[in-house]
């Protein structure tokens, strides 16, 4: 199921490359995603529900054990700065715009607006909050002045406004369509198939939400046959039954697991749970990045 962590990994990661900022994407990423490596040192997340719940770290960064998790946004002015849909609604025919997909990414506090006007209330979003200390977006609209972005906050479903001069941009052609009744994880590249997985989601007290939500995060634990597999993303989505679990906020995660018998089923407490075999192939063979959608159906 999708994961909510407590103790957050501390997440480091190498900048190769150029990322292009001012409101145009700066290219397509490469499949081993060229100026993020994932080099997660390993550690133990703060679940924010239940015992499968992740909160993890940035685009190809592997974090490691440490303190609890902070909460993910604090609000400068009204809270009520961004729209959301009701949070309980599954996604059915909503998709992001694409591909390619575009990503903002910032290392520095970022303002967001409820929309594109200066004199609108606003929100600071500061990436020290975040686990790998990177603020991650997916971008909804692209303007020169103004874009519209997919929040990491809660309700599901917020988006907001920012100024494109205030964050690095990137692209790329990955997506993730989850069918919550089939039990299934299918992986795109533009139109092509990459994977097609089964999954374990939430159970019925505690189901995985429906909606559109993106990787905000990556995680590797300490210990590969841990609850959590070798690997771990973060969702930029919560539960909407655990609003606090150890510590962290209830995020959704995407990670795999030491009971493979609990892939296919509805077990868990709201997280995504995948074969350690698939989690790993996703990671380290094709590469995903952070800021890849993924539209969660009934």
Same mark, same amino acid.
């Given at each position: 199921m ?11 990661w ?8 001012g ?6 990423m490469?499949k ?7 080099? %997660?040192?390993?550690g &133990?997340?703060?679940? *924010?529900i239940?015992a499968d !719940? =992740?909160?993890? $770290? ?5 974090a490691?054990a ?8 604090a ?12 949070d309980?609604?599954p996604?059915?025919g909503?998709?992001p ?6 990503v903002?990414?910032s ?23 975040e686990?790998?200390?990177? %603020?991650?977006?997916? &971008?909804?609209q692209? *303007?020169p002045?103004?874009? !519209? =972005?997919?929040? $990491? ?17 990137y692209?790329?052609?990955y ?14 590249e533009?139109?092509?198939v ?5 999954i374990?989601?939430?159970a019925?007290?505690?189901?995985t ?8 995060e990556?995680?590797?634990p ?7 597999g ?21 995020v959704?995660?995407?990670h795999?697991?030491?009971?493979p ?16 075999a ?15 959608p993924?539209?969660v159906?009934?």
């Amino acid at each position: 199921m999708a994961a909510m962590l407590s103790d957050p990994w501390v997440a480091a990661w190498t900048t190769e490359g150029p990322r292009t900022s001012g409101g145009t994407a700066g290219g397509v990423m490469p499949k081993r995603c060229s100026f993020l490596r994932w080099t %997660l040192i390993a550690g &133990v997340l703060a679940l *924010g529900i239940g015992a499968d !719940e =992740v909160r993890a $770290p940035s685009t190809s960064a592997v974090a490691e054990a440490g303190a609890t998790a902070p909460t993910t946004a604090a609000p400068l002015l009204p809270t009520t700065t961004t729209s959301a849909p009701p949070d309980t609604a599954p996604a059915t025919g909503e998709s992001p715009a694409g591909p390619p997909y575009v990503v903002a990414t910032s290392s520095a506090p970022v303002t967001v607006h409820a929309a594109p006007d200066e004199s609108s209330s606003a929100r600071l979003l500061d990436p020290a909050k975040e686990v790998g200390g990177q %603020l991650v977006f997916l &971008v909804k609209q692209d *303007g020169p002045d103004w874009m !519209e =972005v997919y929040l $990491p906050v809660r309700p599901n479903g917020s988006t907001g406004w920012l100024r494109p001069g205030d964050v690095q941009l990137y692209a790329h052609d990955y997506r993730i369509e989850l069918s919550l009744a089939q039990r299934r994880l299918v992986l795109f590249e533009g139109p092509s198939v990459v994977m097609d997985e089964p999954i374990g989601v939430g159970a019925n007290q505690t189901p995985t939400p429906g909606g559109v939500y993106y990787l905000k995060e990556l995680l590797r634990p300490p210990d590969p046959d841990s609850f959590y597999g070798p690997y771990a993303y973060g969702l930029s989505g919560f539960s909407n039954v655990l609003t606090e679990f150890a510590g962290g906020d209830g995020v959704i995660g995407l990670h795999g697991t030491n009971d493979p018998s609990s892939v296919g089923r509805s077990v868990s407490n709201g997280c995504i749970r995948l074969r350690n075999a698939a989690i790993t192939r996703m990671v380290e063979d094709v590469g995903l990045p952070l800021g890849t959608p993924v539209v969660v159906r009934a």
